[in-house]
């Protein structure tokens, strides 16, 4: 993942030679890449996190569990 960002900021940098590059425009650039690129794990995760709450993921857990002791009994 952070070679990703990295490649990612690198092309962002890149096409904006002709610009004055700052520290402000790099960190700007490097939020915008976080932002799109990792919403939907962010959103994912944010959903996970959510469905542990609910007990809905010990549940499936549970689910996956029982053909397993039932071969070992």
Sequence with gaps: MARSLQLSLQMSIRNKRHTKMTAETI????????????HKISNQFRDLVQQIKEGKYFCWLLNTMRPAQAAQN
Excluded: G, L
């Design 27 to 38: 960190a700007k650039d490097f939020r915008i890449i976080i932002n799109t690129k990792y």
